[in-house]
């Protein structure tokens, strides 16, 4: 069933942001005019007081100096973790935020296999999941001793949950079909086999309500310069239940995460609770800009979001529905139970110039290999009238053929 109204004329759209509960939202993030971004996928849009947040830490640096580090800086790992926690369905002491989703990946299988004693040999990782996941999987077992196996794309998981496996990591959200797996399920199945499942919370943190808690999760991670608008190269965050903060050694025991870091003892003993996940020294700089993003955060009402996120989807998937097949793209976008935020149109041979091509109207998405153009959706800062307009633009650079121009085809590092 659709989730809009007919029909879609620009004064119902318009009608629809009049009585969004989430509309007030826009004022507060920072787009350049002109701007439709549909990239909340990738790297969320600046909220405004990032700024002034930013600004405010430069001066800390200038007069505090030394002395920052007592007032505020050094905390911020667990007290950011704990403005996250009600975001994640999870409590204050169970989420720290810190390095990067690889990093916390290795620190976790590294956890959870020492705390098993090394009974079971194989960490299991999805093909077709973000390559980081399979990669750091790869390293961790190269170097502990453990064996890397893989569940084929589109393969049921059961038939490769033997006695064997230790850890499966698994994305919550797919980052290029959008699809949005049943956590609860596949948590009790994993568990059930005796192995343990880290969650990537990529593209769901921040994108729809997750309930870590409810769903029986035990590990999980995530970045926050995604949906959660804490700016490029934000720190990520890992989550751990709290009864499950005492099982062993992360393998990346460096001084931050030992339980007397000034004591500058000889040997590591880790710190108690989620801090043990610490390693080095943080960016108070980078910290700064996430923390007013989740204070921002902190009034969003995520069954809102969740239900302005799939009637901007729709929105948008049914503007296009009836021009997409002659120009030979297919919308691999799943149904709204099972889908994140995000749409993926698969333009198998001009996805990369079709994308530039939006870019130079203004209207930001990105582009995956092979052929997929991606475009995520922030509730915060987009109305249904700009992803009307995006989809219009869309419509145009298909039928003009404006994306065949020779200044579309040029790639840049980051795509
Ligand atoms: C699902 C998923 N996991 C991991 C990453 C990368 O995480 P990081 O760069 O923080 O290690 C991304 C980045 O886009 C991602 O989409």
């Avoid at 729809?208 to 409810?214: E, K, M, N, S, T």
């Avoid at 009034?299 to 996120?309: G, I, M, P, Y």
């Avoid at 120009?327 to 976008?333: E, L, N």
Wanted: overall charge negative; aromatic content about 10%.
């Amino acid at each position: 069933m659709s989730l809009l109204q007919r029909p879609l004329d620009l004064d119902g759209i318009r009608e629809l942001d009049r009585q969004d509960p989430l509309a007030s939202f826009k004022t507060r993030f920072a787009l350049p005019k002109g701007t439709i971004y549909l990239d909340g996928n990738s790297l969320g849009a600046q909220p405004s007081a990032a700024v002034e947040a930013v600004e405010g830490l430069m001066v800390q640096w200038r007069d505090l100096l030394i002395q920052g580090w007592n007032q505020g800086w050094f905390d911020a790992p667990e007290r950011l973790g704990d403005r996250l926690a009600p975001l994640l369905g999870a409590e204050p002491g169970e989420v720290l935020v810190t390095d990067t989703i690889t990093h916390n990946l290795f620190k976790l299988m590294g956890y959870i296999t020492e705390g098993q004693g090394r009974t079971r040999p194989v960490i299991l990782s999805e093909g077709g999941n973000f390559p980081t996941d399979g990669y750091i999987a790869q390293g961790f077992c190269r170097f502990g001793g453990f064996e890397h196996r893989v569940v084929p794309e589109g393969e049921a998981l059961e038939a490769y949950l033997d006695e064997r496996v230790a850890v499966v990591v698994l994305s919550h959200v797919h980052y290029r079909t959008g699809r949005l797996r049943d956590m609860a399920a596949i948590t009790r199945q994993v568990h059930a086999s005796g192995a343990e499942v880290i969650w990537d919370l990529a593209h769901s943190a921040g994108a729809l309500p997750v309930d870590l808690a409810a769903c029986g999760v035990r590990y999980a991670v995530g970045c926050t310069y995604k949906y959660l608008n804490g700016g490029p190269g934000a720190p990520a965050f890992l989550y751990v239940r709290r009864d499950c903060q005492a099982r062993g050694w992360q393998p990346l025991s460096g001084w931050l995460g030992h339980a007397a870091p000034f004591a500058f003892e000889a040997d590591y003993a880790p710190a108690p609770g989620i801090s043990q996940f610490r390693t080095g020294t943080h960016s108070p700089l980078a910290f700064a800009a996430l923390e007013v993003s989740l204070t921002l955060w902190q009034e969003v009402d995520l069954t809102q979001l969740r239900r302005k996120s799939q009637r901007l989807i729709a929105l948008f998937r049914e503007s296009l529905a009836d021009c997409l097949d002659e120009h030979g793209i297919s919308d691999i976008t799943p149904d709204e139970a099972q889908r994140g935020s995000q749409v993926g149109l698969l333009a198998p041979s001009h996805g990369y110039s079709i994308v530039q091509a939006l870019i130079a109207r203004g209207v930001i998405g990105d582009y995956r290999e092979p052929g997929l153009m991606r475009f995520g959706f922030a509730p915060l800062y987009l109305s249904h009238e700009d992803v009307w307009q995006a989809a219009q633009h869309l419509r145009e650079v298909l039928s003009e053929g404006e994306y065949l121009a020779p200044r579309f085809q040029q790639r840049g590092a980051v795509t």
